[in-house]
Each structure stands twice: as C-alpha cells, then as structure tokens.
C-alpha cells in the first residue's frame, strides 16, 4: 500500500492511497488457503425439527 | 465558532460546530465536490480520478487539529474545552454512482486495509483517544452528498456508548474471565436463529438485543481488539462479508437502503483494552420498505429503544433477502 500525501491550497491535507496488483490476491486464490466462502446461515436439522415439534404441539393444544 | 461543553446530567461532552450549518447540502450530481476535478467541473475536493482510496480532511469538521477559541467560559460545573481532533473523509470510488454494496470484493479489501491505516496513523496522536470510523448511507440518514464515502472522527475523548461497552465488557471479564462478546457470538452460533452469514473468520448476525429493525452486528471469531490485529486472511474475509451484508440489505426491500456502519475498535487512549472484542455494527433506519424508525420520545428523551420487529424474524427476512441477493 502506497500513501501519497499532498497539501490543497486551503492547508488541509487529502492523501491518495494506491495498491500494487500484487498486493491484492485474495486469500481464496491461494493453493495453502482454505475456502473462507460465506455460508447463509441456516437452522440445522436438529433445530428444525425442534421447532417443528414445538409448532406442533402449540398448534394441537391449539385447537382443542 | 466550535467548542466541547460539558453536560453535567450525562456526563458527556457535546460539541458545537456552528459552521457546520454552511456545509454543501444536496448540490446537484454535476455539481459534487466529492467526484474528481477536471471535465467541466473547476476546483473539487479531489483533483485526480485515479486512485483506489482518497482520504481528505473535512471541509466542515466537527472537530479541528488547531481548535478555535471557545465562544463562552466554561464553569466549573460545566466545563468547556476546544474542540480538538481531526475529522476525515474517505472516498471509496471516483464513481459518483457506486455504492459500498456495489464494490468488488477486492476494493473493499483495500478499504479495509486504509481503515486500519487511518486508526493507526491518528491514534497515534497523542490527543486522539478514541477513532470513530463510519458510514452515513442514505438521505434519511442525514446524507448530504450521495457520492460513495465514509467518515472518521478522531476524538479527544471516547464517545459515551463506546465508554458503555468498554464498561460492560470489562465487567463481564473480570466477572467470567472470558470475552463478553466472544460469548454472546458462541450463542448466537448455537441458537442459529439470528445468524446471518457465517465464515471461518467472521460472522454476521442480528444480535439478541437488536435496538433496530434490520441491526446486524459483523464481527471476527478470533479475539482482537482492532483492525490492525486481523490478518490477511482475517481481512479478506471482512471485506466478503461486509460485501454480502450490503448486497442482503439491497435485495431486502429491493432497493439500496439506508444505513449507518460503525466500527467499534478499542480506544487509542494508551490504556489496555484487551477484554474488548472489535465489530462492526450496521444500523438501517427502515422498519419495512416503506416506513421508517425514528429515534422519538422515549429513544431520544429517555434512551430506551422499543423494536417494533423480532430480531428472529428480522434474521429469516435477511436470509431470504441474501439467498435473493446470491441468485
């Protein structure tokens, strides 16, 4: 990562940062990486079923 | 004229900034000071298009490396301070269009890596105790120019909620010996409820205690306290993640919504921090496509939040709206 920093004409500072092509190699592109993909979280079996015994049972009572 | 007055009842500081009132206010997309000088447009805020990051100090800043003298004296029960510290804008495209959601995934990393610079080089100044990174998205939001950009404060001082949950960590810790938010992430993976995205660095979640709407906190599984601590790898995965929440937060309702994007890192105040865990938090104001959260009465008057949705529900919403956003 490269910073150039100049001065405006007011005084205040503004800084260009730039990168070099090498520098930005995502971690998934390398061989040693392991996949960081994203997962969408979702309720496990266990869960589901949790809740749908739990639906159930609310909705049994429910109608009784 | 700009100063810090004390507010004895809250004991917070509350800066005034009287010219911030002439600050460019909605200017038509020819006219932005934020896109790059040159083609017709005279003198901008930046002279060159061909950057990958810009960062400049604010035109109308909150508060000033060379602080005005104060308007009024203060008391002993009501002291007043220069407001001294640095407030910067950072650019994330030259293209007035974009957006952060728009980004690829590799601009967000350098994004990521100039943050991490940025809270380095002004906590390092030694009247910088705390760097507030953050993003304004969206008119409602208070936005007054749309072109892509973010903000940072340095401040002489740690802001009261950051000061909240550093008290609130630190008391957990010495209380259970292990990280307050550390913990409620490892229940958040448990229940699964509110989990969003997860990956083998960070994950991304609407908390338990959601204050709005569509919250959801981004934060690393590993223990640091700041940017600077993340590896590589840690940062390719932020970039990623912050990527996807956008991209969810877009195809929720179907169209770019408004946010604002906080990065919680520890102070720069020469204290150890080490029982806080660094995240980020995304707060959109929209309750449903149409109609908004205000900070009211008893969110504003009396500081306590009422959510008119289930963080649960909120969660299955974003997780439809992310398998959208993927397809």
């Known amino acids: 990562m490269k910073k150039e920093r100049i001065r405006k004409p007011d005084g205040r500072y503004l800084i260009y940062y730039s990168f070099d092509e090498g520098e930005i190699v995502s971690s998934d592109a390398r061989p040693s990486a392991r996949s960081g993909r994203l997962q969408a979280g979702k309720l496990g079996p266990r869960k589901r079923a949790g809740l749908k015994a739990a639906a159930t049972k609310a909705g049994t009572k429910g109608k009784r | ?327």
């Open chain 2, 1 to 327: 004229m700009s100063e810090m007055r004390w507010h004895p009842l809250l004991e917070q500081w509350i800066i005034t900034a009287t010219h911030r009132q002439r600050r460019t206010y909605h200017p038509p997309r020819g006219a932005c000071p934020l896109c790059a000088s040159g083609k017709g447009r005279g003198f901008t805020e930046v002279p060159r298009a061909d950057y990958d990051v810009v960062v400049f100090e604010n035109r109308f800043p909150a508060l000033q490396q060379r602080a005005p003298r104060s308007a009024v004296r203060g008391t002993p029960l009501t002291p007043v301070q220069p407001a001294r510290g640095i407030c910067e804008v950072i650019l994330y495209s030259p293209e007035h269009e974009q957006t952060f959601a728009g980004l690829p995934v590799e601009q967000i990393y350098k994004l990521a890596c100039v943050w991490a610079d940025r809270y380095q080089e002004l906590g390092a100044r030694k009247f910088v105790r705390y760097v507030l990174i953050f993003e304004n998205k969206g008119a409602v939001v208070g936005v007054t120019l749309t072109h892509p950009h973010g903000q940072i404060y340095a401040f002489p001082f740690v802001p009261s909620l950051i000061q909240r949950e550093l008290e609130a960590s630190r008391r957990y810790f010495s209380r259970e010996k292990k990280c307050l938010k550390c913990t409620l992430a490892a229940r958040e993976r448990r229940d699964s409820q509110r989990m969003i995205f997860e990956s083998k660095f960070f994950e991304a979640f609407v908390p338990f205690y959601a204050r709005w709407p569509y919250e959801v906190h981004v934060q690393p599984r590993r223990h640091v306290q700041d940017l600077t601590q993340l590896t590589e790898g840690e940062r390719w995965s932020l970039a990623r993640m912050l990527k996807s929440v956008t991209q969810t937060y877009d195809a929720l309702f179907g169209f770019s919504l408004p946010y604002m994007m906080l990065l919680h890192q520890q102070p720069t105040d020469g204290r150890r921090h080490t029982h806080f865990h660094f995240h980020i938090e995304f707060l959109p104001p929209n309750r449903t496509a149409d109609k908004l959260k205000y900070l009211a009465g008893t969110e504003t008057g009396a500081g306590s939040f009422s959510n008119d949705t289930l963080p649960e529900q909120s969660a299955a919403a974003l997780r439809r709206a992310a398998r959208r956003a993927k397809s």
